[in-house]
T-cell receptor
Framework: GENVEQHPSTLSVQEGDSAVIKCTYS??????FPWYKQELGKRPQLIID?????GEKKDQRIAVTLNKTAKHFSLHITETQPEDSAVYFC?????????????FGGGTRVLVKP | GAGVSQSPSNKVTEKGKDVELRCDPI?????LYWYRQSLGQGLEFLIY????????KSGLPSDRFSAERTGGSVSTLTIQRTQQEDSAVYLC??????????????FGPGTRLTVL
């Protein structure tokens, strides 16, 4: 089955700096890669996703890149703010008509220091 | 989330007891997923339902776990003879779009299960 590795497990950055989280996946058939943000005691919230026919996607301060050949994808947060502090999870799945169960990475705890 | 609700929000039980966790997905949506998040850990897939198809149970950790979905809407996850290692937050997810089971999954608030 699919296996997703996520690094680093913790990341501390100064406010205004950039943060980068990297994930690798094992199943070359995976074609959908969402990123979730989870604040303490709350549910995971989707922040951005990318499909395998796209190499990069950006939404304001957040961007995701995908390298299908190397089977890795990354989340980039620019101009970090204290409210970006949270745990971030990457995931991978094979989107089919029958559904797409997600395999998650272990998470990255991001701390943005003011 | 996008209209997914779960109950109870918290459940404390004694080891060996059975528990039922409920998920109300977005009305009319055909796909429903269950995940588990142990303390300080990532999310682990348990089971998903898609319309009238047989559910994918490949993530259920043991035969003490089962789930059903009645009438294509509400789902119940049952854990029999609970063990302390079952303590976790159980999350239900549903896609946003009614007929597109492959779309992005939105999570409910979860049920925090504590087994004493």
């Amino acid at each position: 089955g699919e296996n997703v590795e996520q690094h680093p497990s913790t990341l501390s950055v100064q406010e205004g700096d950039s943060a980068v989280i990297k994930c690798t996946y094992s199943d070359s058939a995976s074609n959908y890669f969402p990123w979730y943000k989870q604040e303490l005691g709350k549910r995971p919230q989707l922040i951005i996703d990318i499909r395998s026919n796209v190499g990069e996607k950006k939404d304001q301060r957040i961007a995701v890149t995908l390298n299908k050949t190397a089977k890795h994808f990354s989340l980039h947060i620019t101009e970090t703010q204290p409210e970006d502090s949270a745990v971030y999870f990457c995931a991978a799945s094979i989107r089919r008509a029958a559904g797409n169960k997600l395999t998650f990475g272990g998470g990255t705890r991001v701390l943005v220091k003011p | 989330g996008a209209g997914v609700s779960q109950s109870p929000s918290n459940k404390v039980t004694e080891k060996g007891k059975d528990v039922e966790l409920r998920c109300d997905p977005i009305s009319g949506h055909t796909a429903l997923y269950w995940y588990r998040q142990s303390l300080g850990q990532g999310l682990e897939f348990l089971i998903y339902f898609q319309g009238n198809s047989a559910p994918d149970k490949s993530g259920l950790p043991s035969d003490r776990f089962s789930a059903e979905r009645t009438g294509g809407s509400v789902s119940t996850l049952t854990i029999q003879r609970t063990q302390q290692e079952d303590s976790a937050v159980y999350l239900c997810a549903s896609p946003l779009n009614r007929d597109r089971s492959t779309d992005t999954q939105y999570f409910g608030p979860g049920t925090r299960l504590t087994v004493l």
